[in-house]
């Protein structure tokens, strides 16, 4: 009997003697859990900042906001990007600290971005927007996210995966502004008479988009841009695309243009001012002008004294182009052709600008 209770007491004191040895390892390891946190805090200023917000929960509202833009390296995404480093310049303090999205963060154009010093390269691909999410240094919240999906190389349905599954990611990641690059269209009436493809993969990801923030865990700008300015820049591309527009569409018919460095402006209005009622949960069709072909002949004409450039095969290369080896393009010119009639008014960025005087 005595001995069982002797073999009963060593059993609890081996017990007590092995709980009390995995409480000290168990507290070595948060220990050093805790200096390498802390480690990275001090030497990462990101983190640093995002320690002293939950100290200090005041702080949030004048910390910078990270912004993820995708297709960085492209036409939009560089624009964004220069519009919030802008906003960034005349702030007394930061606004925004920006992750650049792109494939390949060793070419030359991702590295020029790089040099400064609130741009922070992710390589990442649009196919699998999670990764992307988890690629971000350790401790960063995306607040916003700028989106924009290339239409043309690539079919409706992988340009939809695309956009729906950045609009997932962002949600289970708790970002709560995103700005979805999209396209301008025209009425059901006018739209259903041709079918394009990257009309039709950009109204599946609006929907989604909408559907998505409509429990207000996130909020949504939606830029609906029709031509750009960029597609008459001097070479073949734009000599091409004069082409395609002398040859192509009606001489009434005035296409829509905007500069993509004020798309880029629209996104960073919205990313800093995301309550104005201009941007909250809005679609916006914005455009700097409306020209037809002879308008920017004319104009070209007395602004170079030159003709405007034009293929030198005549019709065949902007045909082979649109209708070949870009058949989108092709499909686009052809929908253009047939809706005379535009959607809706066109929201001019000065008028933005008053709109936001009389919110404000």
């Known amino acids: 009997m005595g001995g069982r209770r ?15 040895g995995n409480a000290v390892l168990l507290g070595v390891h948060q220990v050093c859990e805790f200096v390498l946190d802390l480690r990275e805090i001090l030497t990462t200023p990101i983190r640093f900042i995002e320690y002293l917000t939950i100290l200090y929960p005041d702080m949030s509202s004048s910390s910078p ?29 930061p606004l ?22 609130h741009v922070t390269l992710v390589q990442g691909n649009l196919d699998h927007p999670s990764s992307i999410f988890s690629s971000l240094p350790k401790g960063v919240q995306i607040w916003g996210v700028y989106s924009v999906q290339i239409g043309i190389g690539q079919t409706e349905a992988s340009e939809i995966a695309q956009g729906t599954s950045l609009i997932d990611a962002s949600l289970a990641h708790g970002v709560r502004h995103f700005v979805y690059s999209s396209l301008v269209r025209h009425p059901p ?17 609006e929907a989604h988009l909408k559907e998505a923030c409509k429990d207000g865990a996130m909020n949504y700008t939606i830029l609906q841009p029709s031509g750009f300015f960029e ?86 290369l902007p045909w082979l182009v649109s209708n070949v080896f870009v058949k989108e393009l092709g499909e686009l010119f052809r929908y253009f052709s047939q809706a005379v009639s535009r959607s809706r008014s066109l929201v001019l960025r000065d008028r933005i600008l008053r709109l936001q005087c009389k919110s404000s």
């Open 65 to 93: 906001k990270s912004i993820l833009v995708t297709g960085a390296t492209g036409n939009q995404g560089r624009a964004v990007l220069s519009q919030l480093l802008s906003l960034n310049a005349h702030s007394p303090s």
């Open 96 to 117: 925004f600290t920006i992750f650049a999205v792109t494939r390949n963060t060793t070419s030359l154009s991702a590295k020029t971005l790089a040099e400064n010093p």
């Open 231 to 316: 597609n008459m820049k001097p070479g073949m591309q734009g000599a091409v695309f004069a082409g395609i527009l002398k040859w192509n569409l009606p001489k009434e018919y005035k296409l829509a243009y905007i500069s993509t460095d004020d798309i880029g402006w629209f996104a960073a209005q919205s990313f800093e001012d995301p309550e104005n009622p201009a941007y909250k949960n809005k679609e916006i069709a914005p455009a700097g002008d409306t020209r037809g072909f002879d308008d920017i002949e004319r104009i070209y004409r007395e602004k170079t004294g030159k003709n405007l450039p034009l293929p030198p095969m005549g019709r065949l």
């Open 6 to 20: 002797v073999r009963g007491r060593s059993n609890i004191a081996l017990s007590i003697s092995m709980s009390i």
């Open 189 to 205: 009436s006018v739209a259903s008479k041709i079918r394009i493809a990257q009309f039709e993969s950009k109204v599946v990801i």
